[in-house]
């Protein structure tokens, strides 16, 4: 009977669809659970979104999600000339200065892990080109990074490295796994071909070899052996140098992926590594070597990790100064950030003004408190992902990478058990599959803000959306100018539905904010410098 009436709806959706006089976009196949719903997609329907870009004059774009079930909700209304009766500094106006910059997006995306490969391969070959399309498609929410692991992590099925022949510090038996050629080289081809701009991926390996450590096993921590320094960072060399053979450029590279993790006692795949040991692996090996790869170009991050281990990586750039010189940027994971202050992260990027930031890694479910491990149509997980994200561009980040792309409805597979969740989830033996809340937040961001969008000024009145409750702005909002000169504003509303009054050059644009929703406002401007005459829009 359910089956029955997910018929019935995806066929009554698709005919309005058919019929719907200049409406380009497919609607979602809502699916409602305890707190929202998710969209439900098969292999002959799923829901897409196309962003405006012909705008008439005198009118601006909005896209709502909401806790209630709206997603992309879109309208076109008109600017109004700026209201005098209305002060700069009453509630729920928020002005705009395009003047004042700050800095330039790079992209949005998640992880390619082999659950992910596996799970998207676990579904017919038309709902496989739906999920990829949804992700970094013109009419999906056009992801532009990915994240890939160097061979095995915990959502593998099995523990392997690229060369598990002891003691080959020449690497003569380097070879990729079945796992790169039947799950992650095929997903990475597709989104290419696909995607509406470049991919830039950005590899990170979880351990070496067990050869290689000091603990004879790629999973449960243990340091990589001094001696083999150097063949560690080839290591990293002959990954890029092969996945390029394979039609697929590595953009940057990690130091390691949480290489305070085996603190923990995690039991998946990791490394140990001590802070005077990755000043000297980075100064002396991986630095020079990447520098040197035949696979020309890739930027090194290092970090890796949690922001709250900032000061301590800190302490490593003092005992290395050297080792700062071969480093392009900070990766950092959002995991502990409800606990630590964004402070950290502005202060090391003030330290190191030549450097970026960027969020690698984050996901929903992760905590062992967090039952169930997936959650369909979480609301709050997608709140978590809205102000995480806007906490972090709101201090210079250059981007927000989500770990897994697809799971499967347990939240795996994982060969350790680590079940989290995913803004897409697979059942395979539905043959469908659900984009859940977190899916529609990320969009938000990367559909709107292209590569090379820059942070624009942003205040708002003095009390802001919620009275005389005042929350933390930067988890809020946000405006940006993109590269065809629109103004994008990114607001998150967690109180009841009202009114906001966006104010820039001489124009008003009011938009409707729903309760518990996210919405994105696009205006066109008209000129270069993003200053706005209202007497020249609505000509």
Known sequence: MESFK???VLTLLFLVHQISAGCSDVPCAPRFYNESSVCVCNSTYCDTITRVTNFESGTFATYTSSKEGKRFYKQINNIQCRDPSVRDDDENVYLLDPKVRYQKIEGFGGAVTDSAGMNLKSLPLAAQRKLVKSYFGGNGIEYNMIRLPIASTDFSTR???????????DLDNFKLAKEDYEYK?????????????DIHIVAAS?????WMKTKDSMAAGGSVKEKFFQDYAD?????????KKNGIDIWAMSTSNEPTSPLLKTPFQSTLWYVPDMGAFISKHLGPKLRKCSAEGIKLLTIDDQRGLIPLFSVMFGLAPEAIDYVDGFALHSYLNKITSPSMSTLLLKQFPDKFALV???CAGSSPSAIPKVDLGSWSRAKDYIEDILENLN???VGWVDWNLCLNRQGGPTWVGNYVDSPIIVDAKKKEFYKQPMFYAMGHFSKFLPRGSQRIQITAGSDNQCGKCVKDPSKEYIAFMTPEDTIVVIIYNDGEAHEATL????????????ANSITTIEIPTTQDDGNMECKVLLD
């Open 503 to 514: 104010r820039v050059g001489t124009c008003d644009v009011i938009a409707q904010l729903d």
């Open 185 to 197: 080289i095929p997903f990475i081809q597709r989104a290419k071909d696909v995607a509406t701009d």
């Open 360 to 362: 690698t890694e984050y």
């Open 395 to 397: 201090s210079n980040f």
């Open 235 to 243: 290591y990293h060399c002959k990954f890029a140098e092969a996945y």
């Open 6 to 8: 997910s018929f019935v």
């Open 159 to 169: 523990i392997y490295s690229y060369d598990d022949y002891r003691n080959d510090t």
């Open 206 to 210: 979880w351990s070496p070899p067990s």
